[in-house]
């Protein structure tokens, strides 16, 4: 996410090279004007970020570091919108209701459930309501993305009105958290989509109204959304499909020449793959530097406190077996894409995009492991050390693997369990730098 954004910050920064190069600041601003035009940025917001970083970096002193300082100082200032709302508000009294609403082929369905997803994952009773007619297959869509996370989906024979209406019945009947309206998009904006949206407005009477916003629509989905705040009234804005491939400069179109608030970010295929849009966080990750406070809170949402402890005694004794591994591998999945995970963390944003394919779902290696760990017996899962040959032959018959395979997974299982053993004691980080300058000769 960001990357092509992050890498031309970056070539700008490159072009200063010495302290009070007046010279040298006038080519980096010109490389930075250069690169937001490219990544979508609107030219009127390209400049108005690089006469503020010119006055700022001129004013602190030029050089790498003040340039930098500025860049950052002067994304905060475009992303925030005064007075705006930052991820997600909840009414005084449940169910807070959120009407989405988007052009067809946005994404709006899908973020829809990505949204439940995030709430149920912070123990909110969700109610997903299907008033999309418009498109073919919509409701069963919603349907099939409900039953995947596990969140009821409500639909009813009628009008949109009429299935409003129903919803909020069953809303308050259920005592829902949260009640998630997907409405009707069309290919283009036209009145009767609007009239709908207007009727829907005044029987749910939503605390929210998210603008799903195809992150590589560019400067048309800033026109889109400016034309659906103007006719409808907008509390937010949800960017869709904002993987590393989008430019990323409809983000900061949206905050600055709309000034309505991005909400989330929504950054891959996968259900968990939203963000909350915080505009110092996503300032940091602009920078490359990462944002651990929000792998944190991410990490936090589907790993109990109480069970890390449990596994952090487990990998201390070393008695992490497959059945801990595999628990773990489901906890990950629920986190998001690794590529995202890794994005977070200062220092490796730049290993993001080589990681975008990752995929624990579907990874061969992943694929393997499960296969041998269902042909285990549940003592050999908890205990991989009692494998001895015979025990190994009836693993692989049963897995479809050969013996060799069995042999080199759990190599590498005994390795991981020995590595994660060492961070996780006293003085982890010197233990295991210890143990890589052994593997490697000693250094030197």
């Known amino acids: 996410m960001f990357e ?11 072009k200063i090279r010495f302290q009070d190069d007046q010279k040298a600041l006038e080519k980096a601003l010109e490389e930075l004007k250069k690169a937001l035009l490219r990544n979508d940025v609107h030219h009127k917001v390209a400049k108005e970020l690089v006469k503020n970083i010119e006055v700022k970096t001129k004013t602190k002193g030029i050089g790498k570091q003040q340039f930098l300082d500025s860049l950052q100082e002067s994304l905060l200032e475009i992303l925030s919108v005064p007075g705006g ?20 082929g946005g994404g709006k369905t899908t973020t829809c459930a990505k949204l439940a997803n995030y709430l149920k ?23 099939v993305l409900g039953a995947q996370i596990e969140t009821e989906v409500f639909w009813q024979e009628g009008s949109v009105v009429e299935i409003a209406k129903g919803a909020l019945k069953r809303a308050l009947e259920g005592q829902f958290d949260v009640m998630i309206v997907d409405s009707a998009g069309r290919l283009a904006i036209d009145k009767p989509l609007m009239a709908e949206l207007k009727a829907l ?5 939503p605390l929210e109204t998210f603008y799903v916003a195809d992150a590589l629509s560019g400067q048309d989905g800033v026109r889109s959304a400016q034309t659906f705040h103007e006719e409808i009234g907008l509390s937010g804005v949800i960017l869709s499909k904002f993987d590393s491939d989008s430019k990323g400069g409809v983000a900061l179109g949206i905050a600055y020449q709309l000034q309505i608030p991005l909400r989330f970010i929504g950054h891959g295929e ?9 505009p110092d ?47 773990q591998i489901e906890k990950i999945k629920k986190l998001g894409s690794i590529s995202t995970l890794v994005s977070m963390i200062p220092g490796l944003s730049n290993v993001a995009g080589a990681l975008k394919n990752t995929d624990l779902e579907n990874s061969a ?34 897995a479809g693997l050969e013996v060799a395979e069995i ?14 053993k060492k961070m996780s004691s006293k003085g982890g980080v010197a233990n295991l730098l210890q143990m890589l300058q052994q593997q490697g000769g000693g250094g030197g």
């Not at 651990?292 to 487990?314: G, H, M, P, Q, R």
């Open 407 to 420: 042999n080199r997974i759990l190599k590498r299982f005994d390795q991981a369990s020995q590595l994660a």
């Open 4 to 14: 092509t954004l992050t890498q031309s910050f970056k070539n700008a920064l490159g």
């Open 85 to 104: 709302a930052s991820g997600f508000v909840f009414a005084p009294k449940p169910p807070t209701i959120v009407l989405m609403c988007g052009l067809q």
């Open 121 to 143: 994952t912070r123990h909110k009773k969700v109610l997903l309501v299907a008033c999309d007619l418009e498109r073919l297959a919509a409701i069963e869509q919603l349907q």
């Open 365 to 398: 290696e992943i694929k393997k492991i499960k296969a041998m760990v269902a042909s285990m017996t549940a003592k050999e899962r908890d205990n991989p050390s009692i494998l001895n040959g015979s025990r190994k032959k009836r693993i692989a018959l049963g």
């Open 270 to 278: 996968k259900i968990p793959d939203l963000d909350v849009f915080i």
């Open 201 to 205: 407005k005044e029987v749910l009477n």
């Open 281 to 327: 966080r996503i300032a940091n990750r602009l920078m490359g530097a990462g944002d651990i406070v929000s792998l944190a809170e991410k990490t936090a949402s589907v790993i109990d406190a109480k069970d890390a402890k449990e596994l952090s005694k487990k990998l201390k004794k070393g008695q992490f077996g497959f059945n801990d591994f595999l628990e």
